[in-house]
């Protein structure tokens, strides 16, 4: 494969560099020369004085739920998981255009905005059975050499509750579902163990890993974490489990966040939020210190649970750093840093996991070569400012330039 030269680019900011890339991984730094002259079969892309960052990595979106590109519309949910359940039921069809067609839409635009690694989950259930999950399944198809993308057939309407759902998930794994999904063991399902039995044997039949949606509060989250947990040691599933959203689970105390880290260090269990508002904010600091995986998603975006979203993970680096209450250039970095290699890391363990607030990889010699070219000064002003500026790199080659698929 031809070498690529990125030209005159700021690795996290600093000095001016060029990079060569070759068989999809950086093969040489070296300070900027503008007299180089590149090799005659070399691809070169101008940086021109940008900042090179790792890739985005969205380890919690619903391609099969966004209204991207459509009208605008009243938001119509009711209260709790069921209800929106109910709510998204009663509408998905009638969008003003297909399900494969949003899906797609969604993933394009993922990457035009500098998204290159993605974890996606797909309903499955007795209302929609294979059809939502068909359709991220195509939508990776059409985009398989500008990302990369994992699917998990998601349960949204548990597993329980309506006869035949367990058997329309492992027809979704037995059709190429890469993770297996789980949610609410106790508050949606109310038999955790029952639950868990399916969610846990299904991906120990099929050797996938496992990503449980939790939004269950107070002591409730904190008992379904610890059986999950508990499973994850018997089974010997140790790096193979990831707790979405979670974020009632850190308003208990003290001891029970305190626990929880530990638990989630040692059994190598990896947590993904999507930053969300209110009380409720996971302790990153005290996660990636003690080397618990985080990553960032976008979740649902302008559909029928919800009117935010709008596919930029840079938009929802800030708002990482925005509910946190970030100010520090460091931490305001460290936002960028869990949103992309953070993510990373969950998404292939052999990606070291994020080791302080300090640690910026993702863009040394033997990296893998995805990244996104940004203006800005620094790089905390590049997640203020969002600019519209980009270059998107994946497997060495550019993908997108100024919005748009190249």
Known sequence: MPA???RQVRPWGGAPSDI???DGRIRAIAPH???ATPTPDAAVVEGRGRLLLPSFSDVHVHLDSNRLGLPFREHT???GVWGMTMNDRANWRHAETTIGERAETALRMMIERGTTRVRSFAQVDVDCRLEKFEAVLAARETHRDRADVEIIAFPQAGLLLEDGSAAILEEALKNGADVMGGIDPCALDKDPVRHLDIVFGL???YRVPIDIHLHEPGELGHFSAGLIAERTRALGMQGNVTISHGYPLWGVSEAHTRALIETWAELDISTATVAPGGRFQLPLAGLVAAGVRVGLGEDGQ???WSPYGNADMLDRTWQLAFVNGYRADHLIEHALAVATVGGASILDRSVPRLSSVTDRPGTAVGDAAGFVL???DSVSAAVMDRPADRTVIHGGRVVA??????
């Open 302 to 304: 302008r559909d029928y």
């Open 20 to 22: 060569t890339v070759t």
């Open 33 to 35: 020369d503008p007299l």
């Open 4 to 6: 690529t030269l990125i």
């Open 77 to 79: 949910g009711a209260p």
């Open 401 to 406: 330039d100024q919005l748009a698929l190249v």
């Open 203 to 205: 991906a120990e039949k």
């Open 374 to 376: 940004v203006p800005g």
